[in-house]
């Protein structure tokens, strides 16, 4: 089972470039999200969609963008990179309805902007 | 929304219980919570979740506090494989749906 595919898995970006970092989930999840966690740090909520055509921001949204293209794709949007984005980027996805569900994660982006 | 605290680290043999403390004093009362760990920063993998009762399954126990304000997460026969970052998470309810919102977790180190 494929569970949470992210992609790219490694990716090393200049500062000012753009990028999507993709996200699919073949679970029939309603709820998807993207996390992204620092060096020795938690992870940390950027953007989640709790069901097909909605988006809300998690805690740190700032530079980013979010697009819930269909059920199963979540994708998530870089502008213009910047340094402090360096970070691995986690999706992760789950069901709404009941809040007694558990989330499955992907293995994560990593991303180096220089 | 309701927030976590862990240990930053704790140690524990090979081959004994390990418990792992999480405080989450401003729960509020339909709120879940879970448990999840991280190994070498591969994706975090989930262990366990509960309401107010206790909860055991293949990998750990869950004990929640009569007053649900703290929890205690046991690994019973701990291995060095166990060696992982763990996560107390309280999943809340936002504008359009659940969250989890996630600590800094406790660093568990299971030594030979």
């Known amino acids: 089972n494929a569970g949470v595919t992210q992609t790219p898995k490694f990716q090393v970006l200049k500062t000012g470039q753009s990028m999507t970092l993709q996200c699919a989930q073949d679970?029939?999840?309603?709820?998807m999200y993207w996390y992204r966690q620092d060096p020795g740090m938690g992870l940390r909520l950027i953007y989640y969609s709790a069901s097909e055509g909605t988006t809300d921001k998690g805690e740190v949204p700032n530079g980013y963008n979010v697009s819930r293209l269909n059920k199963r794709e979540f994708s998530l949007r870089l502008e213009s990179a910047a340094p402090s984005q360096t970070s691995v980027y986690f999706c992760?996805?789950?069901?709404?309805?009941?809040?007694?569900?558990?989330?499955?994660f992907g293995q994560g982006t990593r991303l180096t902007v220089v | 929304d309701a927030k976590t605290t862990q240990p930053p680290s704790m140690d524990c043999a090979e081959g004994r219980a390990a418990n792992l403390p999480c405080n989450h004093s401003t729960i509020s009362g339909n709120e879940y919570v879970y448990w999840y760990r991280q190994i070498h920063s591969q994706g975090p993998q989930y262990i366990i979740h509960g309401l107010k009762n206790n909860e055991t399954n293949e990998m750990a126990s869950l004990i929640i506090t009569e007053d649900r304000k703290s929890s205690t997460l046991i690994l019973p026969h701990a291995t060095l494989r166990d060696t992982a970052v763990y996560y107390c998470i309280v999943r809340v309810a936002g504008e359009y749906g659940n969250k989890l919102v996630f600590g800094a977790g406790t660093i568990l180190r299971v030594k030979s």
């Open positions: 679970m029939n999840h309603n709820s």
């Open positions: 992760a996805s789950s069901e709404i309805i009941a809040s007694d569900t558990e989330a499955f």
